[in-house]
């Protein structure tokens, strides 16, 4: 399979691990994102010790790894789940085209903390997708408050989900320099991700959820843990080998465009034509981040 089309199938696995994550509402969200890391850990158990006895063990290694989990693991996860779980405050497509706002705080944290330059047209282009969103989330622009400070929870949480990813990447970008090889990366994030959100359950009163997963759910989780952590990125990776990063990023967009396209046919939810052209101009947007970037 050639490289951009690998990037395509990881960028449908995110959109459909969507539904599968949606299904799950009736556990809290921070248990779910223990057990799918968990299970992710299970699935690497067998390469941890070869892998990690190649990397030497700093202070400062660790502290990154920790941190990493902490943004990209846990927060980002939970950010994500919560959002996809306001099914009643906004549509599943919203969540996902909110999110593809990742690379603008990838951008900002890269240049606060390793002291890449922003430029104008970077700004430009920020504040037109930070626009985009706000009209994405609200029909014609509009703010019911009959239901809107739900939707703006709700928006809120996918909005924290694309600022802790993207600080994410910038922290990964970090603790890749540090190490021999990225799987090892891939094993320190998700095993420091299981012991934050194992201590995260009980810090938010959610431990009797532990023992009330049926059989569905534990495949559910499963599947979650593969498509969106081990599988997809695998998928994402070989495929960037052999794409041009100005070409990925027009391809990851595959993630909001199925979303809207699961919205109709899964849902039965159309959004206004506001929000369609709405989105139309977030996607530009963030395409053109994505070459201001590649430029850098």
Not at 158 to 177: H, I, R, Y
Request: aromatic share 12%.
């Amino acid at each position: 399979m050639s490289g951009p089309l690998l990037i395509v199938f990881a960028a449908s696995l995110w959109a459909l691990d969507g539904i599968i994550r949606r299904g799950l509402y009736h556990l809290p969200p921070v248990t779910i994102v223990f057990f799918e890391h968990l299970l992710g850990s299970l699935i690497l158990l067998p390469i941890v010790v070869q892998k990690l006895k190649q990397e030497k063990f700093t202070s400062k290694l660790l502290l990154t790894s920790l941190v990493v989990a902490l943004f990209g693991g846990l927060l980002g996860t939970l950010f994500i789940t919560t959002a996809l779980m306001k099914i009643n405050y906004i549509s599943f497509s919203v969540v996902f085209l909110i999110q593809k706002i990742q690379p603008l705080f990838a951008i900002i944290s890269a240049s606060l903390i390793l002291k890449e330059k922003i430029s104008k047209k970077y700004l430009q282009w920020a504040t037109i997708a930070i626009v985009a969103v706000f009209f994405v989330t609200f029909k014609n622009g509009q703010v019911n408050f009959g239901t809107g400070g739900a939707t703006i929870t709700a928006a809120l949480y996918a909005f924290g989900a694309a600022a802790c990813w993207g600080f994410g990447t910038t922290l990964s970008k970090l603790l890749l320099n540090q190490l021999k090889n990225s799987v090892s990366a891939t094993i320190l994030r998700f095993y420091f991700a299981t012991i934050l959100a194992f201590g995260a359950v009980f810090l938010l009163g959610s431990q009797a959820s532990l023992d009330v997963l049926t059989t569905k759910d534990y495949l559910s989780l499963l599947y979650i843990s593969l498509s969106t952590g081990l599988l997809a990125m695998i998928i994402y990776y070989k495929g960037l080998q052999k794409t041009q990063a100005k070409v990925a990023t027009i391809l990851e967009l595959t993630l909001p465009l199925l979303a809207i396209v699961i919205d109709m046919v899964v849902y039965k939810n159309f959004l206004a034509t506001s929000q369609y052209l709405a989105a139309t101009v977030l996607m530009f947007a963030m395409y053109q981040v994505g070459k201001i970037s590649n430029k850098d």
